[in-house]
């Protein structure tokens, strides 16, 4: 079994930045992809980010060049620092875990195997 712990959210200004921080733990060799993604009140759930062991990056569209995505593969956690945060970037965001190799996909919840509850980001205009 795998956990997942995400921290670092909170409530913030627009145009301020956050670092969420998600922290894997349980009996595992290796953990192939690491993402995020998020929820916002009335919308499903949305890609955010992931990064692969082999540092291969994607992000949504509404990310790039304002968020960024890393992990330490020893420590088995993946952050995801955002900048530049607007009103609309308000969220539950959540970490999730693939363990193994599988090519594409990484856009679907499906495609995971493990999630974290959540951690509430608020940006205020």
């Known amino acids: 079994q795998v956990q997942l712990v995400e921290s670092g959210g909170g409530l913030v200004q627009a145009g301020d930045s956050l670092r969420l921080s998600c922290a894997a733990s349980g009996r595992i060799n290796n953990i192939y992809a690491m993402g995020w993604f998020r929820q916002a009140p009335g919308k499903e759930r949305e890609f955010v980010a992931v990064?692969?062991?082999?540092?291969?990056?994607y992000y949504a569209d509404s990310a790039k060049g304002r968020f960024t995505i890393s992990r330490d593969n020893a420590k088995k956690t993946v952050d995801l620092e955002m900048n530049s945060l607007k009103p609309e970037d308000t969220a539950v965001y959540y970490c999730?875990?693939?363990?193994?190799?599988?090519?594409?996909?990484?856009?679907?919840?499906?495609?995971?195997?493990?999630w974290g509850q959540g951690t509430q980001v608020t940006v205020s205009s």
């Open positions: 999730a875990a693939r363990l193994t190799y599988s090519y594409g996909a990484y856009a679907s919840q499906s495609w995971y195997d493990y």
């Open positions: 990064i692969t062991s082999r540092n291969t990056l």
